[in-house]
């Protein structure tokens, strides 16, 4: 038998442990301040980042051999989570006696995230529970609205960063809008480039999601687990338009309430602030006990951008994401990759 390390429960417990913000060591809160990073929201889970700690500031890098060119051509995803993990340490910062603030910076070696931070009385705002506390569910939700007070916290999100969140209530928004999920699902799902970069993306058991500690472990899909050797020969037949169509719409039509993204422009700066505002997002609706997941075929079939954008009034721009909002279940939560692993130590 192969030594397949720690168990699955046991790297969940340790990866999504409450923060540690007693030591002021300055490499221990810059270290936790990774590792609350990496519990951002990113798409397939791929982690594309490498983190560089700084004296006054951490450095947040794309890892373009994390890249997925299929779903994510022009790395839009990789630079939106990029903007996510910047988000968890803004957030967290006041906990350990900072404020930081994040902005696109471009060096010698490419452009990146910098969230710099200095010494800030401490505000008493708390995001950390939130922090350890989000997930995507991709659950049925069981179709009871968002109270007014949560849908107007939750569509002032973006504000002061120029990204518009647009929250679709009535059952004609909805309804137009689940019509563009589904034909985005459909395309997808048909498209031979996509299926295959999406499997070499899943983990079928908790076994093989604990060996890579990356990637979208079946279970938090809510679909079976099984060896991965027979779940990869049986995934051709089953992950079929009729039934991935099948199990979305249910999910769709248990959701009252879809917020569409819209960035300020569509470069890799404007990206990072729609990344920031999501997972702003997505902690504000974590406090509110409103459950949140991604559905974003109509940004990531091009095809369907342009209808989506007239749906929110923004025909000028790109829409970015759709999210659902609702109330649901949770679903088993997905790994990290150990703080270590992405940490680039510089020496000094
Ligand atoms: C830019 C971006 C795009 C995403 N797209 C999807 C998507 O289309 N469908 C989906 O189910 N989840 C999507 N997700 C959610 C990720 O799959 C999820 O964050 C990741 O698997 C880690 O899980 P967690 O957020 O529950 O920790 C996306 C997340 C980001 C940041």
């Known amino acids: 038998m192969p030594d397949c390390g720690p168990n699955h429960a046991t790297l969940l417990r340790d990866v999504w442990r409450p923060p540690e913000v007693r030591s002021t060591a300055l490499r221990s809160v810059l270290d936790e301040l990774v590792r609350l990073a990496t519990l951002a929201a990113n798409s397939h889970n791929s982690q594309p980042w490498h983190f560089r700690c700084r004296e006054g500031s951490v450095e947040i890098r794309p890892d373009f051999a994390r890249r997925l060119p299929v779903v994510d051509a022009d790395d839009h995803h990789l630079w939106v989570s990029l903007g996510c993990a910047a988000a968890n340490i803004v957030e967290a910062a006041p906990a350990f006696g900072l404020s930081g603030e994040a902005r696109m910076r471009e060096g010698p070696d490419g452009s990146h995230v910098q969230v710099a931070l200095a010494p800030a009385p401490d505000t008493g705002e708390r995001s950390l529970e939130a922090i350890v506390g989000r997930q995507c569910?991709?659950?049925?939700?069981?179709?009871?609205?968002?109270?007014?007070?949560?849908?107007?916290?939750?569509?002032?999100?973006?504000?002061?960063?120029?990204?518009?969140?647009?929250?679709?209530?009535?059952?004609?928004?909805?309804s137009a809008l689940s019509e563009l999920i589904i034909r985005g699902n459909a395309t997808q799902v048909a498209d031979t480039r996509f299926r295959k970069e999406l499997e070499s993306w899943l983990r079928f058991n908790a076994s093989h999601a604990a060996q890579t500690r990356d990637g979208l472990f079946t279970g938090c899909l809510g679909a079976p687990t099984a060896p991965a050797f027979l779940a990869r020969m049986f995934f051709d037949g089953s992950f079929t338009v009729e039934r991935e169509n099948e199990r979305l719409r249910a999910q769709l039509d248990s959701t009252p309430a879809f917020a569409v993204v819209t960035g300020p422009e569509a470069t890799p700066a404007g990206w990072v602030a729609v990344g920031l505002a999501v997972q702003r997002l997505a902690l504000a609706a974590t406090r509110l006990d409103v459950a949140h997941a991604h559905v974003n075929q109509p940004v990531e079939v091009a095809a369907l951008r342009g209808q989506l954008a007239k749906l929110v009034g923004h025909e000028d721009r790109r829409p970015d994401l759709v999210l659902r909002l609702g109330h649901g279940p949770p679903m088993p939560r997905s790994l990290r990759r150990p703080t270590e692993d992405v940490i680039e130590r510089s020496g000094g």
């Open 137 to 174: 569910a991709r659950s049925t939700y069981d179709g009871r609205p968002l109270e007014a007070t949560a849908a107007r916290i939750l569509a002032g999100t973006g504000r002061e960063s120029g990204v518009d969140v647009d929250l679709l209530v009535t059952p004609e928004h909805r």
